[in-house]
């Protein structure tokens, strides 16, 4: 059965995907006094924002430029987050009751650390500026119409059309599919010619096998601060150590900057120098040996396992300095080669996505389909761990808002 609803119902635009980036802009386009109405294929809006943070919501972060986002188009973002800034989130959330509580690095949580907070902002305000959300409305495709364009969908087990002079994409990318994600914008992007940057999971745990995976098995749930770097990027940050691999912030960080088949490097004392520290303990201790002095550095658990190669018997007076020099190689540069990462399934956010080339920077509207627009994830627009990506989603859905 289809049901053709246009006559009863006018929008100005229909916005596919209710999370960060959509509701962000049915919320603004009512402000405007423009009528929207948000199809989410999940049973509740805001899905991904309800579990980020492990379930509190770090909703943006205060130093936050377009220099933290991963793109082909490293300038892409700036226009975005210029029209709406770190500031704007700020007082958007404060208006609605939300304050802010700055917690590592600049990231922004709610002072309840609830996230359905965050979420229930967006959904009482759709309610009050007569924005429509309709769950469980899964969209099966968008067609270009002389007036504008019609949208199929399903829901209750029923086909619908819908038609719009505007539609907005805002359907999120392919990390955690238990969530709904899906590759729609991608292959709605596709579909109408544009190009699509390759994509892969970023924020992503890494993975270690073979002859490696024993020793970072048992060191699972230690946790060091280090510096992480490639050629590309550097964090300092916690890392986490795992049954399966490495994970925590700083590796987190440096997935989104690592392709497979490369190396990255650890440094176990950032801003130290394992050397003349180990020259200055042995002026005092020269008879300790160097699994002790290493026990103060690190955990006990941690110092046996870099004992595997670096002479730890031997006390620090009698280490050459070749053997210091080993040393220094094996902290301040621990070379990982991992096998892959967890996926998409364990990914926070995915890299790539619809390319910025077929887009306005202005306006996030499609070069080459008037009245068709795209945000949030599943644009080549990829933040780094911290609140980056809720910050583009906000501005994303803001600046299309604009536009419609």
């Known amino acids: 059965m289809t049901a053709n609803l246009t006559k009863q119902t006018h929008f100005d635009a229909i916005i596919i995907g209710g999370g960060a980036c959509g509701l962000m802009c049915a919320v603004q386009a009512g402000f405007l006094g423009k009528r929207t109405l948000v199809l989410e294929k999940n049973d509740k809006v805001g899905a991904k924002i309800l579990i980020s943070g492990g379930g509190r919501c770090n909703y943006t972060n205060l130093y936050a430029t377009h220099k933290q986002f991963i793109s082909q188009n490293e300038h892409f973002s700036r226009s975005a987050l210029v029209q709406w800034t770190v500031d704007d989130t700020v007082t958007f959330f404060e208006t609605y009751g939300i304050e802010g509580k700055e917690k590592t690095l600049g990231q922004l949580f709610p002072v309840s650390d609830k996230a359905k907070d965050v979420v229930n902002v967006f959904t009482t305000l759709c309610d009050d500026l007569g ?77 270690i096998t073979g002859k490696d995976q024993p020793w970072y098995e048992k060191l699972s749930g230690n946790s060091v601060f280090c510096r992480v770097w490639n050629d590309r990027a550097s964090f300092e940050e916690n890392i986490l150590f795992t049954h399966w691999g490495l994970s925590g ?14 190396s990255i490097y650890i440094d176990l004392l950032p801003g130290k120098d394992i050397i003349e520290m180990i020259l200055a303990e042995r002026e005092q201790s020269g008879k300790k040996m160097l699994l002790a002095y290493l026990s103060g550095l690190f955990t006990r658990k941690f110092a046996d396992a870099l004992s595997d190669y670096v002479p730890a018997e031997k006390n620090l007076a009698s280490l050459t300095k070749t053997e210091l020099e080993d040393i220094s190689i094996l902290i301040h540069e621990f070379k990982v080669k991992p096998a ?17 080339n077929e ?13 068709l627009f795209f945000g949030g994830e599943c644009v080549d627009v990829t933040g780094w761990l911290g609140g980056y990506n809720f910050q583009w989603a906000w501005a994303s859905g803001f600046v299309i808002a604009q536009n419609l």
Not at 359 to 371: H, I, R
């Open 249 to 262: 912030p700083a590796i987190l960080q440096i997935s989104s900057y690592w392709k497979p088949g490369e």
């Open 359 to 371: 887009l306005s920077s202005k306006t996030l509207e499609s070069k080459k389909v008037p009245g």
């Open 131 to 207: 924005q429509e959300i309709w769950c469980d409305a899964e969209v099966t495709a968008v067609e270009q119409t002389a007036e504008g364009f019609t949208i199929s969908l399903e829901r209750n087990g029923k086909l619908q059309t819908l038609s719009a002079p505007k539609v907005v994409i805002a359907s999120g990318g392919l990390p955690i599919p238990k969530m709904g994600a899906t590759d729609f914008g991608m292959r709605a992007a596709r579909k109408f010619g544009m190009l699509v940057t390759e994509t892969n999971p970023a924020l992503v745990p890494l993975t």
């Open 340 to 356: 892959g990462t967890k996926g998409y399934d364990k990914a926070e956010v995915m890299t790539g996505g619809v390319d910025t």
